[in-house]
Structure formats: C-alpha cells, structure tokens
C-alpha cells in the first residue's frame, strides 16, 4: 500500500461516508489491525462515532474484523482493505455492465447492492420494483416476479453472492462475549473468511414475493422513518431473513477481462476470431476459477456447437480459425490435446501480460513519441541491450538514440543493469545493459493513474468549495421554478425568476458545470 493509495481512498471515503468515517479509515489503512479503544485513542474521536464509523465500513466490505492477535479472548481488531476501498471507483461501471447484460431491472439491483454493502433478496425486490413502478406510466407497475428473474440470473452467473455467515468469522464473533469457564477456547482464525467458503454461495432460498411495486408519492416521503418497523416486518415475512447478499467483484472483474480479450482479438485478427474466443469464454466463465491461468479445455465439438446461429460458419472453417489462433504470436488461445477434434484453452495468464504491454507502448507513445516507443519496444523484445546495439537496432542517430534512453530512464519506464567484469566495479571494465521490467513498470503506471485520480478530485472539490455561493443561487432558483411550474404559474414569472441570475454569472455556472463533468467523467474507469 502506497501513499497515492491511501490519499486516494480517503477522499473516496470523505466524498461517500463523510469526513468521521474517513479519518477512522484512513488511520486504519496506515497503522493496520486495530481494537475499538486503540482507534478511538489514537484519532481522538469519540467512540460511539467510531463504533457507527466501523458499522459503515464493515457494511460495505471495506473493513474486516477478528480475534486479536494475542488469541481468543483478546479484543476484537478491525483492519482496512484498500483493495475494496478503491473498487468505488468502478462501481458506476460495474452498474453500467448489468444494464448492459440484464436490462434496467438488473441495473438497479446492483445498483441498490452496491449503495447499501448488501440486502437481502426480498428488500432488494421491493425497492427495485418500487423505484421501476415510480418511473413508469400511470397505472402501470412492475411485478415482483420479474426482478426476482432478473435477480436469479445475476446469482445464477455469480454476479451477485451470499455474505460469508458471521459466525464463520473466526473468533470475531465469540471473543465479543465473555469466556464461561469451563468451555474451550475456539481456534483463532488465520484468514478471513471468503463467501466462496460458503458451500450454499449461490443458492437461491425460498422467497414468497406476490404483488406489484408500489408508487411512491411526495406524502409517502415524511412516512418512511414511521414505516421503518412495518418494512422490518415484511421482511421477516418472506422467508429470507438473515440471508444477505453482496455483488461479487471479481465476478465483474473477469468480466471486463474477457471483454478486453474480446477486444484484442478482433483488432488484432477478425470479427470471427473474437466471436470464437467470446464462445470460449463463455463457456468456461463460471467453472474456471478466478486465479486459473488457463481455462477449462473445450474440445472443437464443443466449441462447434455453442457458437451463435448466425455465425453459420462450417467446422473446417472453425478448425482453420482455430488452427490460426494457436499459432498467432499473442498466444491468446493455446492446444492442451487431440481428442474430440482437439481440445483448446485460452490462456488467461499470457492475455493479461500482452494487454499490460500494449498499454505500456501506448503510453511510452503517447508521452514520449514513436522513437522512443520503438526502443521501448525492442527492450521489450530484446530484453537487455547495450546503448551501441540500441541505436543500432532501432536505426536511431547515437545523440537521439542516448536523450531518449535516459529519458525514460529518468521516469522509471527503462531500467540499467550493471555487469562487472572484475570484482572492482570498474566503468571502463562493466557491461551497461538497458531492460524493462514489465511487472514494476506497470506497478508504477498504475501509481501514476491512482495520483492523477487523486488530483482530479481534489480539483473538483476545489472548484466546487470556490463556487458555493453561486451552485446554492442555482439550486434555489431551480426550486422556485419547479414550484411555480407545478402551480401553473405565469410564463412571465418564470421570466422573471430566471433572469435571477445575471449573464456573467450563467455563463460561470455553465463553465463550472463543465469542469465538474469533464473531471467526473476522467475519474471513472
């Protein structure tokens, strides 16, 4: 964990939980497993304030708790995860892929998920419904059964997972509670609990939902915090009480994986070929484990028979692309046998390592020109060359060739080794070889994005801290007209509202409201 990580995850918790739960998270990321008093001492903070601070982050998966590492009966210690910290930022993403695979109704549940850490399924149902009944036409509602369909296909697909029980969270949940004498102490938990642990992850439970949703009103507002027992009520009622759930990350992550494989394949060859590796894909996506470096082996028949109706496409055909790509040099697809008709694997591993090295080159490209991208190239290649063998490689001018090296050598992009000859270390007597280390190079890049992140939010709340005055102005008079226009008031007094705000001061709203958006829409991934 890096010091860009954890600027960037406390602004992102500052921007979605407020400024309590940013500093008892970000003191976490920075002094590690903590109990409840030493928290509370060391951020100065009250600890009921802490205790609601560490029920927000446990809520939403970003803090994990256990037994102490002075074993049973010790205090309970709460450690961050910066990892889950930094999955905010691909979270409108994640909402976009489930409307894209399952429609609206899809999006919102993930959407509902993702606001609350996790639900329950029958919660789930009826606040989806409600919200699709809300924005649909008078007198049309959306039935319950239909987003518990959309809802099985996302558990169906592992898009969405059980909460790992809590009394599988080691010694967490009994350390909370006094030791009677007499009983054993439990075994102290060595790693925390994951939700494929669960045996029953993806099993859907028994849910009775009949009815439609229900369209809220401006009335219905002021009654929610009255109904909050009556909703505690109805839930119990379904059958489904005590079963959370939460949106499986890595689900979404090898989603978007495939998809850039997908994407590769069908820039470096043809539509066809991609098609193939996208039936491959999809094949092996729920019994490939997320760590495989290759998927399960499918043979041709297989293959032959999942490909879409219409891509009508014949099985010499079919053994022709995939006799192409195996022997293609990004080794995206791989041979693992001959039986029935030969039995073919995508490797995973090789995929991710040649997508990490385009974006390298189109980095170096981009920020250095195409000279100094045909030497980072050849590096990669070459993997170590002296400075004569660059220039003579890369049919570069020698003073051309050396200003380029030691510009990327000075932004950590080129790396130098030193091969002595003799013991002394001498110059005149040491090889200098130039290598790029592809791993750390991309580690460092990835630095570089969390930084650039950082600061854009920072600039946002900048701008926005600086044009206060001028955004509430703008958000009362947008008030007014909404209420003048619901009255049915005169086209002349909502002239005259608007022309509240003056020309200079519209064209500055117009200005800001551009930057935000241009700085919203570079921080999404």
Same mark, same amino acid.
């Given at each position: 964990?890096?010091?860009?990580?954890?600027?960037?995850?406390?602004?992102?918790?500052?921007?979605?939980?407020?400024?309590?739960?940013?500093?008892?998270?970000?003191?976490?990321?920075?002094?590690?497993?903590?109990?409840?008093?030493?928290?509370?001492?060391?951020?100065?903070?009250?600890?009921?304030?802490?205790?609601?601070?560490?029920?927000?982050?446990?809520?939403?998966?970003?803090?994990?708790?256990?037994?102490?590492?002075?074993?049973?009966?010790?205090?309970?210690?709460?450690?961050?995860?910066?990892?889950?910290?930094?999955?905010?930022?691909?979270?409108?993403?994640?909402?976009?892929?489930?409307?894209?695979?399952?429609?609206?109704?899809?999006?919102?549940?993930?959407?509902?998920?993702?606001?609350?850490?996790?639900?329950?399924?029958?919660?789930?149902?009826?606040?989806?419904?409600?919200?699709?009944?809300?924005?649909?036409?008078?007198?049309?509602?959306?039935?319950?059964?239909?987003?518990?369909?959309?809802?099985?296909?996302?558990?169906?697909?592992?898009?969405?997972?059980?909460?790992?029980?809590?009394?599988?969270?080691?010694?967490?949940?009994?350390?909370?509670?006094?030791?009677?004498?007499?009983?054993?102490?439990?075994?102290?938990?060595?790693?925390?609990?994951?939700?494929?642990?669960?045996?029953?992850?993806?099993?859907?439970?028994?849910?009775?939902?009949?009815?439609?949703?229900?369209?809220?009103?401006?009335?219905?507002?002021?009654?929610?915090?009255?109904?909050?027992?009556?909703?505690?009520?109805?839930?119990?009622?379904?059958?489904?009480?005590?079963?959370?759930?939460?949106?499986?990350?890595?689900?979404?992550?090898?989603?978007?994986?495939?998809?850039?494989?997908?994407?590769?394949?069908?820039?470096?060859?043809?539509?066809?070929?991609?098609?193939?590796?996208?039936?491959?894909?999809?094949?092996?996506?729920?019994?490939?484990?997320?760590?495989?470096?290759?998927?399960?082996?499918?043979?041709?028949?297989?293959?032959?028979?999942?490909?879409?109706?219409?891509?009508?496409?014949?099985?010499?055909?079919?053994?022709?692309?995939?006799?192409?790509?195996?022997?293609?040099?990004?080794?995206?697809?791989?041979?693992?046998?001959?039986?029935?008709?030969?039995?073919?694997?995508?490797?995973?591993?090789?995929?991710?390592?040649?997508?990490? +090295?385009?974006?390298? =080159?189109?980095?170096?490209?981009? !920020?250095?020109?195409?000279? #100094?991208? %045909? *030497?980072?190239?050849? $590096?990669?290649?070459?993997?170590?060359?002296?400075?004569?063998?660059?220039?003579?490689?890369?049919?570069?001018?020698?003073?051309?060739?050396?200003?380029?090296?030691?510009?990327?050598?000075?932004?950590?992009?080129?790396?130098?080794?030193?091969?002595?000859?003799?013991?002394?270390?001498?110059?005149?007597?040491?090889?200098?070889?130039?290598?790029?280390?592809?791993?750390?190079?991309?580690?460092?890049?990835?630095?570089?994005?969390?930084?650039?992140?950082?600061?854009?939010?920072? +600039?946002?709340?900048? =701008?926005?801290?600086?044009?206060? !005055?001028?955004?509430?102005? #703008?958000? %009362? *008079?947008?008030?007014? $007209?909404?209420?003048?226009?619901?009255?049915?008031?005169?086209?002349?007094?909502?002239?005259?509202?608007?022309?509240?705000?003056?020309?200079?001061?519209?064209?500055?709203?117009?200005?800001?409201?551009?930057?935000?958006?241009?700085?919203?829409?570079?921080?999404?991934?």
């Amino acid at each position: 964990m890096t010091a860009q990580e954890v600027r960037l995850c406390g602004l992102l918790l500052q921007e979605h939980f407020g400024e309590v739960v940013e500093r008892i998270g970000t003191h976490l990321l920075r002094a590690g497993a903590q109990n409840l008093r030493t928290i509370a001492n060391e951020t100065n903070t009250p600890l009921d304030l802490v205790k609601k601070s560490l029920c927000v982050l446990v809520q939403h998966g970003a803090c994990e708790f256990g037994s102490g590492r002075r074993g049973p009966g010790s205090p309970v210690e709460y450690r961050a995860s910066c990892e889950r910290v930094l999955r905010v930022l691909r979270y409108p993403r994640y909402i976009y892929t489930a409307k894209t695979l399952y429609g609206d109704t899809g999006e919102l549940i993930v959407e509902e998920v993702l606001q609350r850490g996790h639900m329950t399924m029958s919660n789930t149902v009826k606040t989806v419904a409600d919200r699709l009944t809300h924005n649909m036409e008078e007198g049309r509602s959306m039935e319950y059964s239909e987003v518990v369909s959309a809802f099985s296909k996302l558990v169906e697909t592992h898009f969405l997972q059980r909460c790992p029980p809590v009394a599988e969270m080691g010694t967490a949940a009994t350390s909370a509670t006094p030791a009677t004498p007499g009983t054993p102490a439990a075994p102290a938990s060595t790693a925390p609990p994951t939700a494929e642990s669960n045996p029953d992850c993806y099993k859907l439970p028994h849910v009775t939902l009949t009815g439609r949703g229900k369209r809220r009103r401006s009335s219905d507002d002021s009654e929610e915090q009255r109904g909050g027992k009556k909703a505690k009520m109805d839930s119990e009622s379904c059958g489904d009480e005590g079963i959370y759930w939460q949106v499986n990350f890595e689900r979404f992550h090898q989603h978007f994986r495939d998809q850039a494989i997908i994407s590769a394949v069908a820039s470096k060859l043809d539509q066809t070929s991609s098609e193939i590796v996208r039936t491959m894909l999809r094949m092996s996506e729920v019994t490939t484990t997320q760590t495989a470096a290759y998927t399960q082996p499918l043979s041709a028949n297989e293959i032959f028979r999942s490909l879409p109706p219409n891509y009508s496409i014949s099985r010499p055909i079919l053994d022709q692309y995939l006799s192409l790509l195996v022997d293609d040099p990004m080794e995206f697809v791989g041979k693992s046998g001959d039986s029935g008709g030969g039995m073919y694997v995508v490797n995973l591993q090789r995929a991710l390592a040649n997508l990490a +090295r385009a974006t390298l =080159e189109s980095v170096v490209q981009e !920020r250095f020109g195409s000279r #100094s991208a %045909r *030497i980072f190239r050849l $590096l990669l290649r070459k993997r170590h060359l002296e400075q004569k063998q660059v220039e003579d490689f890369a049919m570069i001018p020698a003073k051309e060739a050396k200003d380029m090296l030691y510009t990327l050598l000075s932004e950590n992009l080129v790396q130098l080794q030193e091969i002595p000859k003799t013991p002394d270390h001498a110059p005149s007597r040491t090889f200098y070889l130039y290598t790029v280390n592809q791993l750390p190079t991309a580690r460092l890049l990835l630095q570089h994005c969390y930084k650039t992140v950082a600061n854009l939010i920072e +600039r946002r709340l900048f =701008e926005t801290k600086e044009n206060k !005055r001028l955004l509430e102005k #703008s958000q %009362r *008079i947008e008030a007014i $007209l909404a209420s003048l226009q619901a009255s049915g008031a005169e086209p002349e007094q909502l002239t005259e509202v608007e022309e509240m705000i003056t020309a200079p001061e519209r064209q500055q709203l117009e200005a800001l409201r551009h930057h935000i958006n241009k700085y919203c829409i570079t921080t999404a991934p």
